[in-house]
Each structure stands twice: as structure tokens, then as C-alpha cells.
């Protein structure tokens, strides 16, 4: 099974900095990596994928980037309601595999 | 709009059986995997198995293989996971996902089980 570790697994941030979340994968997969939002509640929201698209409706201020086994989230300007839990997910192969999540807090 | 729409709500007893659904809509329901992901109280997300509705075949995690069935029936474009035997360690909150290969990611609203006595 393809291990997904996400770091840190939490964090705390001001309004407008620049936030980055990292994603390592034990084995290459390619571009088959996803990044979502989950907010308390809600159910996880698609925020990129295949490892750098960004899906229809989100925000520009988020990216993504790498390839093989080495992946990053990044949000450029911390805006108020960015403060939520996010998770990678590789859909390269089966077992799907999520990382643990970063929790991403008010400073 | 491409969407996954859930059953609601469910509150059962330790033994009882239990079958939740999932219907696709706005796509070819059966060109694409549907996956289920649990996720316990606090916890993080965790993928459970995968059903292909080209073909039927169905995959676990094998955490959980033996303890759920997963299914679908193309003809209302419903997917299903199902107990026969709920715990209750089985409460959580229940998603379906469209995770397939590098297409964009869609998921359902979700559909919290609790199993108590």
C-alpha cells in the first residue's frame, strides 16, 4: 500500500501569509494526487487535482505542485476562511490513501 | 452539474443491518469508480473500497473486507454500501466519492450512521 504523510499535521497562521503543506508519498506516483478542504461539519471540498489543477470555482490564492512521490499545497494569502483541515489523497493506486491531514488555525 | 446526492440520516442497533445509497447525476454513472470513505468522530479520512460500475467489480480495503458490501445498480445510477451486522464502531460519517484516475474529484454530502443500544 502507497503511505501518504502529510506535515505538519498542524499549524497556525495570520490572515495573508503564505501558507505551504507538504505531502510525501512512499512510492512514485505520477501526478495522481489530490488536495482537499474539510471544514468542520462539511464534507471535504476538491481543491486540486492531479497534483496541479486547480478545480472550477476555487480560489486562484491556492496551488499545487510536484510529482513522483513529493507534493505541496500552497496558499498564497491566508484568507479568513481558508482555516480548515486539509488532506492529500493519491489515486494512483488501489488501496486510495489519504494523508493524516494539517489542521490549519488562527495565530 | 455533476453531482453525488446521499441517503439521509440513520440511527441503528449493534446487529442490525443497514444499507445506504448514492446517486449520481449530470455524468455517465457508469464510466467512472465510486468510492466509499469513512470518517470517525475526529478522525481523519479513510477509504473503505471502490465499486466499477463498468464491469461490477468491487474492491476493499482489507481493513474492512468481509464487513461491508459495496454495489451499485447502473439503471438509477445509485451506488450502495451496505452491513449485515452493524457494531457500534461502524458510527461515523459515511462518503461517496467519485475518485477516478486523474479526473476532477467529486463527493457526496455524506450520511452519518450511529449504531447504539
Known amino acids: 500500500d502507497i503511505q501518504m504523510t502529510q506535515s505538519p499535521s498542524s499549524l497556525s497562521a495570520s490572515v495573508g501569509d503564505r501558507v505551504t503543506i507538504t505531502c510525501r508519498a512512499t512510492?512514485?506516483?505520477?501526478?495522481?494526487l489530490n488536495w482537499y478542504q474539510q471544514k468542520p461539519g462539511r464534507a471535504p471540498k476538491a481543491l486540486i487535482y492531479a497534483a496541479t489543477s486547480l478545480q472550477n470555482g476555487v480560489p486562484s490564492r491556492f496551488s499545487g505542485s510536484g510529482s513522483g512521490t513529493d507534493f505541496t499545497l500552497t496558499v498564497s494569502s491566508l484568507q479568513p476562511e481558508d482555516f480548515a483541515t486539509y488532506y492529500c489523497q493519491q489515486s494512483y493506486s488501489l488501496p486510495l490513501t489519504f494523508g493524516g491531514g494539517t489542521q490549519v488555525e488562527i495565530k | 452539474e455533476v453531482q453525488l446526492v446521499q441517503s439521509g440520516a440513520e440511527v441503528k442497533k449493534p446487529g442490525e443491518s443497514l444499507r445506504i445509497s448514492c446517486k449520481g447525476s449530470g455524468y455517465s454513472f457508469s464510466s467512472y469508480w465510486i468510492s466509499w470513505v469513512r470518517q470517525m468522530p475526529g478522525k481523519g479520512l479513510e477509504w473503505m473500497g471502490r465499486?466499477?460500475?463498468?464491469?461490477?467489480?468491487?474492491k476493499y480495503s482489507p481493513a474492512l473486507e468481509g464487513h461491508v458490501t459495496i454495489s451499485a445498480d447502473n439503471s438509477i445510477s445509485t451506488a450502495y454500501l451496505q452491513w449485515s451486522s452493524l457494531k457500534a464502531s461502524d458510527s461515523a460519517i459515511y462518503y461517496c466519492a467519485r475518485l477516478h484516475w486523474n479526473d476532477v474529484p467529486v463527493w457526496g454530502q455524506g450520511t452519518v450512521v450511529t449504531v447504539s443500544s
Open positions: 512510492q512514485n506516483i505520477g501526478s495522481y
Open positions: 465499486f466499477d460500475p463498468s464491469d461490477s467489480d468491487a
